[in-house]
């Protein structure tokens, strides 16, 4: 288990930074909080199985091809290339907007895909793979109100002030009940979206479909018909996965 834990230390800092992709040991032993001969022998283990990769000249160490593979793997198993991607790929289409797909995972949610809008000069760019806490957002708070009640009061409990709490559960209930959430500038101001949730064939929560737009480029008119897209879509996609 010290092992695993170790493991994953190294890949939560090689995977965690948005502008850095390559660590030397040094850095690596500093962030992990581990001796360099330890460290040692845990990447040449990691390296052999591909978890990571060295880079041959100037001996720094990276993410490896194993995540990609079994990433993509994975990715195959979400119905994203028959179904889920083609019908974002349409939504985005008619709204002109990024769309995104976002899965619930213990007390965060992972931005799966997004499709963005080549013809729109200006996006709202979430990268693929990073973690939100499900009490923010409108794809979040979508997964939130529709998540069995109990599962629901324990997210809510972990991550909402008591203080808070009853408000927040309030507009989960219309959220639910309207069947659709938004979010008006919480990750990034001047930015909103717009989210429905997906449901499989068992009628089970699988995640959210959301829109991404700047403020000051929609007016209220377009607010109304991205909403309507949205659940238009949520719903589609929910249909095609055979909930009832």
């Known amino acids: 288990m010290q092992t695993i834990d170790r493991a994953m230390k190294v890949i939560k800092v090689l995977a965690g930074s948005d502008t850095k992709r390559w660590f030397s040991i040094t850095e690596l032993s500093k962030e992990c909080d581990l001796p360099v001969s330890t460290l040692h022998r845990l990447l040449q283990s990691m390296k052999r199985h591909?978890?990571?990769?060295?880079?041959?000249?100037?001996?720094?160490?990276?993410?490896?091809?194993?995540?990609?593979?079994?990433?993509?793997?994975?990715?195959?198993?979400?119905?994203?290339?028959?179904?889920?991607?083609?019908?974002?790929?349409?939504?985005?289409?008619?709204?002109?907007?990024?769309?995104?797909?976002?899965?619930?995972?213990?007390?965060?949610?992972?931005?799966?895909?997004?499709?963005?809008?080549?013809?729109?000069?200006?996006?709202?760019?979430d990268q693929l793979g990073i973690k939100i806490p499900l009490n923010?957002?409108?794809?979040?708070?979508?997964?939130?109100?529709?998540?069995?009640?109990g599962d629901m009061l324990k997210i809510v409990q972990s991550l909402v002030s008591a203080d808070e709490r009853e408000s927040f559960l309030e507009l989960l209930n219309k959220i639910r009940k309207q069947g659709y959430g938004e979010s008006h500038g919480e990750r990034t101001p001047g930015t909103s979206s717009v989210a429905a949730p997906i449901f499989n064939h068992q009628s089970e929560l699988i995640g959210a479909l959301s829109i991404g737009y700047v403020n000051f480029n929609v007016a209220e008119e377009r607010k109304n018909l991205i909403i309507e897209k949205a659940v238009q879509y949520g719903m589609r996609i929910s249909n095609r996965l055979g909930a009832k």
């Open 50 to 125: 591909d978890l990571i990769q060295q880079d041959p000249e100037h001996k720094l160490y990276s993410l490896g091809t194993a995540w990609l593979e079994y990433g993509l793997q994975m990715y195959d198993t979400f119905d994203f290339i028959g179904l889920i991607r083609p019908e974002m790929e349409k939504l985005m289409h008619e709204v002109e907007e990024s769309v995104y797909f976002s899965k619930p995972i213990g007390l965060e949610a992972l931005v799966v895909e997004r499709i963005d809008c080549p013809h729109n000069p200006i996006r709202i760019y």
């Open 136 to 149: 923010i957002g409108a794809a979040n708070k979508v997964m939130l109100a529709n998540m069995p009640k």
